[in-house]
């Protein structure tokens, strides 16, 4: 077999050891910038021009870092599971794009002589490297550290040239089929480092904590002999000795304490920043210095819209700065090891790690695992290599807590072989690893994607046992760990609440991480400039994922989404809370820390109207506990009260500022006499000034009708007080001044992600396949009555038997309104469940603006919109819009009391319901909405389209996990909606 080198199975024979990632103050040469870049289809090409004088005045420039695909050179290509090419490990085809990079430079003045490292940190998927000629090795392991000895090879005077040759395909590819862009280049750093005589190659910290007595245990070891400094303890000691040291500040998510120290000899200083803490599996549960932990995770991959997973110090930080935001507490680094400057971050800002190898062989699975590198005895020392680089290179950070082994690669002796070097390198942290169910070789038990029931029973210790009785009894006492849950694709996930439910009732069970952090979605144009973000099978690709690469809780351009939202809600930390006997209880969820760094303020709402406002004192609780407080006296209120509850911070944090909320609660107030005749002004509440409610009120439909002479025929047409109805058509035309059409029965959605679930159990086919995207409206009769119409339509899809009758009730009530009633009944059989059960109205699309009382701000439905709370909330129609990337259902409001929809001219239609209804208002209809493949493909008709609802289904997970749990299904049954109308 000719073999190329980038077929090879081996490690890279001439790197350097891998080490940690070390802070030194030893020059170092950044060689980041516009390198000289020649793209070409194949590998075999030749390498004349790894020499000095080769002439490149002709190829192009490239950033380094980047990824050539997302500069012109190729394309990009996203698959979930498939490999874009034959399965033959190690072969790859001759089809390889290839990038051939030229970069020269010169050493800055006082450049020490000596020896000296070429690092490169991350390039996919492998790399031949030359320095003036002189072939210095190969990189293999896309986003794994590779450093050369550079020190015969470089000049101390005049220009040094760095010849690169990277390949897209490689044997490490196999390894790397990691559910995401197919993207390569140059996409991390390049440095060079000196390495001074008697300077320090590596360094590991040790530092653990006694929560017994507070004291903390620092060893630092170094490859030659050093002195290790930590002034604010005191510490100046022999590197290589244990210290006891009796007070220390424990490090935490919660509370990142870290201590400055240096390692230093005569040649050189290393600085470090150090966190005291004891990760240990006790009695089957995960602590973190003697405290049991709840993960409150997400997946996160590397990504930028514009640069992919060339990330920037910038992106990592707002990636960290808005995990924190939204009450994150862990991160794993799905699936490979990140920059070594997000751990640095985690360890600043407390964010708990997963640090995974990176290693997933899933496409293997297409085949029945046949050939999977993962039990495949060749490729053992390559995997056994990946994992040695990574925990030599992140050891020192007190964040990472678990290592992974990988992700989706089967199982094998070769991850048995990773896990007894990981164990036996680093015992000081636990093993993870899900696919292996059996867990013969980690520590915890993961599983990804469980029903809310399995959960539960994993929680109880009543999980379906292993044919093993010896590892059945070993992962019973486990900790478990839902390594991947929720997944956030599209509209969603729906059901966040009752897994956290199950994770704060049961110690085994320790939380999880929700797939994932962010959409990676690439920023593209439309001929005529319009922006979008692409997904598979946009860039031409023959096999692809489609929007698959598309399920974060973060747009591409990092927009926190309605999932994220409720996600915050979900992971509170504090949990405010009725205590049943007309006070408050404050619940602290912390594991470490108390709640002294949070205010908790109070607001009363009329109406959805601020009238008073002030503080609780709830003092300190804490973790793990809680106090009752009471209840502020409350002024009296008139309309439907609401009073909120907001945990915020008292001062400023790295990662927010003062004010910003960390929880809250919305309580229904009563507004009876008693409570308004009980309730004096409370010290330090705020009186606000009263509003006057628009035109209605409160008021709901049922309330006395006008005069019967309202009511009269014209021509085809029935004139019902303020309205105008079509007896051809059965529908409404006018409203006061208004032009309307409806209305008109909607039972279809624009489905989502989770309806179409695509490695889940579909909705959307079933629905199709029953004609509820293509249903046709029979008129029965219009019937005039004195004081209105009753109109009946038969609605129903081609080809079935099964229908909805519906009935539309119109009365004229006084103050020139109208009453509406529909009723919905099946009849025949329909399939559940159904999408939705409301009706639309056609309105002109000058009517633009919305203003509801109801929840809000954002989109909710029956399991989602967690975030929401009732409240008097406006948007324009275009604001109402989510903006998935994949167009789909989406922009609903829930428990809606009333809403108008006005024009900039002023004027408009109002709609208050008897009871709370969904309100959705879009600029085109769910039909067109459905169409759509992307944002781009959707633009205003003319109309504003406003669908008031009486149900709802879920939305659920299923895009890859669980469908809509049962009490949120929208079974076929006999529906009632009331609702008043009127013109402005």
Known sequence: MNEAWYESFAPPPTARPPRAWLDSDAPRLPLDGHWRFR????????????????????????????????????????????????????????????????????????????????????????ALVWLNGVELGRAGGSRLTTEFDVTDALRPDGDNLIAVRVVQWSAGSYVEDQDMWWLSGIFRGVDLLARPEGGIGDVEVSAGYDHLTGAGTLAVAA???ARVRVPELGVDAAAGETLRLPAVEPWSAESPRLYDATVSTGAETVTLRIGFRTVRIDGGVLTVNGRPVLFRGVNRHEFHPDRGRAVTEEDMLDDVRLMKQHNINAVRTSHYPPHPRFLELCDEYGLYVVDECDLETHGFWQVGWRGNPADDPRWEAALVDRMRRTVERDKNHPSVVLWSLGNESGSGRNLAAMARWARHRDPSRPLLYERDWTCRDVDVYSRMYLPVAEVEAIGRGEEAPLPDPALDARRRGMPFIHVEYAHAMGNGPGGLAEY??????????????????????????????????????????????????????????????????????????VRIAPSGDGGLTIH?????????????????????????????????????????????????????????????????????????????????????????????????????????????????????????????????????????????????????????????????????????????????????????????????GVSVTGD???????????????????????????????????????????????????????????????????????????????????????????DLQTPYLFPQENGRRADVRWATVTGGRGGGVRVDGRTPFGLTVRPWTAEALDRAAHPTDLAPDGRTWLTLDAGHNGIGSASCGPGVLPPYLLAPAPTHLELTLQAL
């Not at 400039?529 to 994922?545: K, M, N, S």
């Not at 502020?632 to 309309?639: F, N």
């Not at 009876?672 to 628009?694: D, E, K, N, S, W």
Request: net charge negative; charged share 25%.
């Open 788 to 878: 209105g119409a009753v109109v009946r339509v038969r609605v129903a899809p081609a080809s079935s038997d099964g229908g909805l009758l519906t009935t539309y009730t119109w009365r004229i009530l006084a103050g020139d309104r109208l009453g509406l009633v529909v009723e919905i009944d099946p009849d025949g059989r329909l399939p559940g469940p159904l999408p939705m059960l409301g009706v639309r109205f056609a309105l002109p699309g000058e009517l633009d603006q919305v203003e509801w009382f109801g929840r809000g701000p954002g989109e909710a439905y029956p399991d989602t919109g967690l975030a929401t709370r009732v409240g008097r909330w406006f948007r324009t129609v275009a």
């Open 500 to 573: 956290q439910r199950l994770y704060e009732t049961y110690p085994r069970l320790q939380g999880g991480f929700v797939w994932e952090w962010i959409d990676h979605g690439l920023r593209a144009r439309t001929p005529d400039g319009r922006e979008y973000f692409a997904y598979g099978g946009d860039f031409g690709e023959v096999l692809h994922d489609g929007n698959f690469v598309a399920d974060g809780l973060l747009f591409p351009d990092r927009t926190p989404s309605p999932g994220l939202l409720d996600l915050k809600k979900v992971f509170e930390p």
């Open 39 to 126: 793209y070409a289809e194949r590998a075999d090409g030749p390498l004349d021009f790894t020499r000095p004088a080769f002439d490149d005045a002709g190829w192009d420039r490239l950033p380094v870092p980047a990824h050539w695909q997302l500069h012109g050179y190729g394309a990009p290509a996203y698959t979930n599971i498939a490999y874009p090419f034959p399965l033959d490990a190690p072969r790859v085809p001759d089809e390889n794009p290839t990038g051939d990079y030229r970069h020269t430079f010169r050493l800055p003045e006082g450049w020490p002589g000596g020896p000296a490292l070429l690092r490169f940190a991350g390039a996919d998927s492998a």
């Open 588 to 780: 602290n969820g912390h594991i470490h820390s108390g709640v002294s760094k949070l205010d908790f303020r109070w607001v009363l709402e009329d109406g959805g109207e601020a009238v008073a406002r002030g503080a609780l004192e709830v003092g300190d609780v804490p973790p793990g506990e809680s106090v009752r407080v009471d209840l502020p006296a409350l002024p009296a209120t008139a309309g439907e009260a609401h009073l909120t509850v907001r945990a915020v911070l008292a001062a400023d944090e790295p990662w927010a500022k003062a004010g910003h909320e960390v929880a809250a609660t919305q309580l229904p107030v009563s507004t009876t006499p008693p409570l308004a005749a009980a309730a004096p002004r409370p010290a330090g509440a705020v009186p606000l000034p009263a509003t006057v409610p628009p035109a209605g009120g409160a008021t709901r439909a049922g309330v006395p009708t006008a005069t019967s002479a309202a009511v009269r025929r014209d021509g085809g047409r029935v004139r019902l007080g303020p309205g105008l109805l079509d007896e051809r058509t059965g529908r409404l035309v006018r409203l006061g001044d208004w032009a309307v059409d409806g209305p008109r029965l909607q039972v279809w959605r624009a489905p989502t992600d989770n309806d179409r679930a695509p490695h889940g159990e579909a909705l959307e086919p079933l629905w199709r396949a029953a004609g509820l995207d293509r249903l046709t409206h029979r008129l029965d």
């Open 223 to 225: 490859d030659v002999p």
